[in-house]
């Protein structure tokens, strides 16, 4: 490691794949510690179903924003890059690497590369659209984001309520489309980034999914989402494998066929992951079960290149 500008190791991948498994590794090879851009992990209430890193797991190697927010703080994409860049900047002044991990790509993306400056959104604005959301459901904020701004419906996550809530206020506070404020140049950052990326074959990635799923009821997640049903509508619980449990509990589906929503919804959220991630062409990819020291060994290349 020759190089003076500190590092970052940023590992991607599909959910259940093993990046915390392999963040640890890489942790404690490096002596250093762990950011979380897992933006589903911040949470303190969720625990089970965002397979949050256990007890075992936070003890094996230090680690940053996991569990450090309740799901009632208002907290976005740009207070975690603010955040996270301080961080970062901190443990750099002790240790030469820093990793960090996470599926959530926008997330790790407003690390690596930063967010584009977007203007002032007025409150008023933000609070219609959830009310709109709760009274005439997603689909009516999809299509009012078609009429404003085709470009951003045809890119991000139409079945992520914050993610089009977030594209209709920008619209609606500046009466301009939020696409025009994006652009593709990146912030100037004090570190140097390594990007590494865990895959493998579809069927085997869709198997540890399922088998995931199956393990966290068996943990309890059932008592998990009960417990938060009164805050049911909080968009932090729009997410997988609490949203299809509250329908049960509503009454709408039975258990069984909730379950096998949130392996279909999983399912479908590691294939949006994978095109994400697969935008970086400069990312190491590896078989999940490759062996730590190889990854290492090209990580190191990848420094001494730095």
């Known amino acids: 490691m020759n190089s003076n500008q500190p590092?970052?190791?940023?590992?991607?991948?599909?959910?259940?794949?093993?990046?915390?498994?392999?963040?640890?590794?890489?942790?404690?090879?490096?002596?250093?510690?762990?950011?979380?851009?897992?933006?589903?992990?911040?949470?303190?209430?969720?625990?089970?179903?965002?397979?949050?890193?256990?007890?075992?797991?936070?003890?094996?190697?230090?680690?940053?924003?996991?569990?450090?927010?309740s799901i009632d703080d208002y907290y976005n994409?740009?207070?975690?890059?603010?955040?996270?860049?301080?961080?970062?900047?901190?443990?750099?002044?002790?240790?030469?690497?820093?990793?960090?991990?996470?599926?959530?790509?926008?997330?790790?993306?407003?690390?690596?590369?930063?967010?584009?400056?977007?203007?002032?959104?007025?409150?008023?604005?933000?609070?219609?659209?959830?009310?709109?959301?709760?009274?005439?459901?997603?689909e009516a904020l999809q299509f009012q984001l078609k009429k404003l701004d085709e470009k951003t419906y045809?890119?991000?996550?139409?079945?992520?309520?914050?993610?089009?809530?977030?594209?209709?206020?920008?619209c609606l506070s500046s009466g301009k489309p939020y696409s025009s404020f994006l652009t593709s140049e990146s912030k100037k950052r004090e570190f140097k980034t390594i990007t590494v990326g865990l895959t493998a074959d579809r069927e085997i990635i869709y198997d540890r999914i399922?088998?995931?799923?199956?393990?966290?009821?068996?943990?309890?997640?059932?008592?998990?989402?009960?417990?938060?049903?009164?805050?049911?509508?909080?968009?932090?619980?729009?997410?997988v494998g609490y949203k299809e449990l509250f329908k049960y509990l509503e009454g709408e589906w039975d258990l069984e066929f909730a379950v096998s929503e949130i392996k279909k919804n999983s399912r479908r959220f590691a294939k949006r992951q994978l095109t994400w991630f697969k935008r970086n062409g400069e990312t190491l990819w590896f078989d999940f079960k490759t062996d730590v020291l190889d990854i290492v060994e090209a990580i190191n290349k990848a420094i001494l290149k730095a």
């Open 7 to 69: 590092i970052l190791i940023s590992i991607v991948g599909p959910t259940a794949i093993g990046k915390t498994a392999l963040s640890i590794k890489l942790a404690n090879f490096f002596n250093t510690e762990i950011i979380s851009a897992d933006s589903r992990q911040f949470y303190k209430e969720m625990q089970i179903g965002t397979a949050a890193p256990t007890n075992e797991e936070l003890k094996a190697a230090p680690h940053h924003f996991i569990k450090h927010i």
């Open 77 to 138: 994409v740009g207070n975690f890059e603010n955040d996270a860049i301080s961080k970062i900047e901190q443990l750099h002044e002790s240790h030469k690497v820093v990793i960090m991990v996470g599926g959530s790509g926008l997330y790790v993306d407003a690390v690596t590369k930063g967010l584009d400056e977007l203007p002032k959104v007025d409150m008023e604005i933000r609070n219609k659209l959830n009310t709109k959301l709760k009274t005439d459901g997603l």
């Open 154 to 170: 045809n890119k991000i996550a139409l079945d992520n309520p914050q993610r089009v809530i977030r594209a209709l206020e920008v």
């Open 210 to 239: 399922n088998k995931r799923v199956d393990l966290m009821v068996q943990d309890g997640l059932l008592t998990e989402v009960e417990a938060l049903f009164p805050k049911k509508d909080l968009n932090a619980l729009n997410t």
